[in-house]
């Protein structure tokens, strides 16, 4: 399978010592692909290449075959929304959204009012045009920053941690629209986040990127289920690791490596990995207990909230481990 | 891999640019100096050593002089409140504004030993002549003062304003009264504001050159006994004197940014500052309101009596009080004769041309320096900025010994005499005003917004147009509208440069007083403050 957008081991060496990549990923047409990693991972650098605003050290970059590698940024066709959204702010919202449909040579100008407005009520912002950037409220501005992005029907979609300026309350339903409108326009996407949820929720596929490599790629289920190595199991999801005699406890054979067991897959039972309950923190539905085992490793096992107390001598077993 | 090389190769070439405008003019002036004839001469010369202490004391004398009347303004201003305290505020800082020339002939006017005031306390008292005299250096010291205790008292109410009132307040909970407040907080944290002031009224002060020249009389300091020196056709003595002016400039700022110390107020960032207090006890403050407005007067005065002057044609005022006729006819015969048209013109677009000019290489050298972060990013700013360090006269001198010679392998061509020998002297001294503004922008400016505009398919050029510069506006507005004003009212480069042909208002101005066309005078220094003004207020605009 040969994606719309092939990244073929494109690589940034800063230094001698702090590289990003070569990096290989294929994303097919109309996917959205989160890049998720910590932060100094090196994930807006691949962004950044992507969007020609660093010079790679290496590899290539091909939109539907097309080596787009050696054209400068305004050449590309790659919209991009930037995580502080770099709205012009001596221009109006209109203007603002119009500024990528001038200057191609193709604008009479009703066509151009025409482009602006249904681009504004893509992120529902209708009649919007002539407002001052900075009137509007910061989730207003995200959204004037996608329809910019999306004007002048870009190949490609590039958001850079789109949402972490927003408030908390306001991030998941933004997240939301925000995938539906890409859906709608059906455009080949990646973002930048450092956060889970966000890869999870608004990713078609998620490639985990740590210290400038790629660790992982694939559908959320996968990297959760079927993590390749411990960073992926520990950084997607909460996960415990377990070793030696408590990994033998847990699932009755001796693993050769370490196991990782998720927290909702641990259960209190009358035989297992015996050990102490230290902690209990509620969230409602469920709570969280942290466990200190017999044999001193500590881990959090997702139950019932009344499931035990604090202070209460338990078994714990797993019902399903990776073993890595 | 392409890109950067080309920019280090630009910066290079904006490097060796900027070189052969600041520093090689003055280093082929150093060489010829160094003939040993000249150098003797300035050694043993008795009034070449008092030109330069004279210079010395004067300019360390207005810094004192200014600062005695700005600070105590400054603290008024900021820390009282009574009627008409922002208008008041707003009306003392106009000297500053104001083409130096201008403020010499309009003190002439008034305060001269045949001006407005003397006059009249001739004709009240029925004297023989005038009570006065405004020559030598009380005169220089009272033009100085009158125009650079704006210096401290901008920078002091900056200072101010930036103080934050819990940071008195925690002086006072902490048991300082405030005395202990004032000396042990306020003025350390006031100090870089200071010592900023004080730069810059020494720097002036050393480099001014239209107030000794017209009051001086037989007392020279350093610039006026440069370009007396080089009027007798004695270039060689007018280097060594220049180089020994510029050493004392170079001196004076290093000794000075010594005592400056860091800005911490900046470093503490944005605080609340105290709000003005109103003064309550009524006698005080009607005492305050009245002086307030009485100093405003006597500072506008002389430009009023400027425009006074301007209204009166040639030869009808003589001995009364006030003047007899007033008209436009000086303004008429400005516009009309084609003799006094030519002036204003030359400096309207050799001005012109010479911060459009600034203006793009401090474009060129803020994207080198900011965006792409060139090695030679130090050397581009030090040469953008070292005008500033040196008096106008130095530039002057350095550049009619450059150019005076036909050697174009050594880059040297005859450019005096031609004209583009002032606008190069402009540019050269524009460079710090446009560098500064634009530098400071672009730095402040979010790269995002340049990279926004490539992604959505601009250009360069196109980027450069419609993001860089409208938001490059401000600093860029207000560094060219102060480096064309100073360049329409230059005296120190054009009096060493001119040409019948390309003279400037500031030389028409001198050879107008000189014929006692006191009324022209008049009329060319209005015009130059008006348009001044309104260049200004423009480049102010946000």
Wanted: positive net charge.
């Amino acid at each position: 399978m040969t994606g719309f957008l092939r990244i073929d081991g494109i690589e940034k060496r800063w230094s001698h010592d702090v590289t990003v990549g070569p990096i290989t990923l294929d994303i097919a047409r109309g996917d959205i692909l989160a890049l998720l990693g910590p932060s100094g991972s090196g994930k807006t650098t691949i962004l950044r290449l992507l969007a020609g605003f660093e010079a790679g050290d290496g590899g290539r970059i091909l939109v539907a075959n097309e080596d787009v590698s050696g054209l400068p940024p305004h050449r590309r066709r790659f919209g991009m929304v930037f995580q502080h959204y770099a709205l012009f702010p001596h221009l109006d919202v209109g203007e603002n959204v119009g500024f990528g449909l001038q200057g191609r040579g193709k604008g009479d100008e009703g066509r151009v009012r025409q482009q602006i407005s249904e681009a504004l009520a893509l992120v529902d912002l209708a009649g919007f045009e002539r407002r001052k950037v900075h009137e509007l409220s910061g989730g207003q501005q995200q959204r004037v920053a996608v329809a910019r992005a999306l004007a002048p029907e870009p190949r490609v979609l590039l958001l850079d941690e789109p949402l972490s300026n927003l408030d908390p309350a306001l991030r998941e339903r933004t997240r939301r629209e925000l995938r539906q409108v890409i859906k709608r326009v059906g455009i080949t996407t990646l973002f930048v986040t450092h956060e889970q949820d966000e890869a999870f929720d608004l990713g078609d596929r998620i490639a985990v990127i740590n210290q400038g490599r790629l660790e992982q790629s694939g559908a959320p289920e996968e990297l959760y289920e079927k993590p390749a190595n411990l960073f992926v199991a520990t950084f997607v999801g909460r996960a415990n690791v377990f070793r030696g005699e408590a990994a033998r406890a847990l699932c009755g054979s001796a693993p050769r490596g370490a196991i990782v067991v998720r927290p909702e897959r641990l259960r209190f039972a009358d035989g297992g990995l015996p050990g102490v309950v230290r902690e209990r923190r509620y969230t409602g539905p469920a709570a969280f207990f942290t466990v200190e085992a017999d044999t001193g490793d500590r881990f959090e096992v997702l139950a019932e909230p009344d499931a035990a107390q604090v202070g209460d001598r338990v078994f714990v077993q797993a019902a399903r481990a990776i073993s890595l | 891999m392409r890109r950067p090389r080309r920019s280090e190769l630009a910066a290079a070439g904006l490097v060796l640019l900027l070189a052969w405008l600041v520093v090689y003019p003055i280093l082929i002036g150093a060489l010829d100096a160094a003939d040993g004839t000249a150098l003797r001469a300035f050694l043993t010369r008795r009034n070449e050593w008092a030109a330069l202490w004279a210079s010395i004391w004067i300019s360390l004398a207005s810094v004192v002089l200014a600062g005695a009347i700005g600070i105590p303004l400054a603290f008024l201003f900021e820390w009282f409140d009574f009627p008409g305290r922002k208008t008041l505020g707003a009306l003392i800082a106009l000297p500053v504004v104001l083409p130096p020339l201008v403020g010499v002939i309009a003190f002439l006017f008034l305060y001269g030993e045949s001006g407005f005031i003397a006059r009249a306390l001739q004709v009240a008292l029925r004297l023989e002549q005038a009570p006065w005299r405004l020559q030598g250096p009380s005169a220089i010291l009272l033009v100085h003062a009158y125009s650079m205790y704006v210096y401290f008292y901008l920078f002091t109410r900056a200072g101010l304003a930036k103080l934050d009132v819990s940071m008195l307040e925690a002086a006072q909970a902490l048991g300082a009264d405030r005395r202990a407040t004032f000396r042990r907080v306020i003025v350390p944290l006031l100090r870089p504001s200071l010592v900023g002031a004080a730069i810059l009224t020494f720097m002036t002060s050393l480099g001014s050159f239209s107030a000794p020249y017209i009051f001086g009389g037989g007392f020279r300091v350093m610039t006026t006994q440069i370009v007396a020196s080089k009027l007798n056709g004695d270039l060689p003595l007018a280097m060594v004197e220049t180089v020994a002016l510029a050493l004392v400039a170079v001196i004076g700022l290093v000794i000075l940014r010594r005592t400056e110390g860091e800005d911490i107020l900046v470093a503490l960032g944005k605080g609340i500052a105290p709000r003005p207090r109103p003064i309550r006890r009524r006698g005080i403050r009607l005492l305050t309101t009245g002086a307030g407005w009485t100093l405003a007067v006597v500072l506008l005065l002389p430009h009023l009596t400027l425009l006074l002057v301007s209204l009166v044609p040639y030869g009808a005022w003589t001995t009364e009080i006030l003047p007899p006729v007033l008209n436009l006819t000086n303004y008429r015969r400005l516009f009309s004769e084609a003799e006094r048209l030519r002036p204003m013109i030359n400096s309207l677009w050799m001005a012109a041309a010479s911060t459009t000019v600034a203006v793009v290489l401090a474009l060129a050298g803020g994207y080198l320096v900011v965006r792409r972060r060139v090695a030679l990013r130090r050397a581009i700013e030090t040469l953008l900025a070292l005008p500033w360090a040196l008096p106008g006269t130095v530039f002057a001198i350095a550049l009619a010994i450059t150019f005076s010679v036909s050697a174009p392998l050594q880059l040297r061509f005859v450019l005096v005499g031609t004209a583009l020998i002032l606008p190069l002297a402009y540019l050269v001294r524009a460079l710090p005003l446009t560098g500064r503004g634009i530098l400071a922008s672009y730095r402040q400016l979010d790269p995002s917004l340049e990279e926004a505009a490539a992604s959505l398919g601009a250009g360069r050029w196109r980027t450069l147009a419609r993001v860089t510069i409208p938001q490059l506006r401000p600093g860029l507005a207000a560094g060219a509208s102060l480096a064309f004003v100073a360049a329409l009212g230059d005296i120190v480069a054009s009096i060493v440069l001119y040409t019948y042909e390309t003279r400037p208002v500031s030389i028409e101005i001198l050879s107008s007083l000189r014929l006692a066309e006191t009324g022209v005078a008049a009329a060319f220094g209005v015009v130059l403050m008006l348009v001044s003004a309104v260049v200004l207020a423009v480049g102010a605009r946000r």
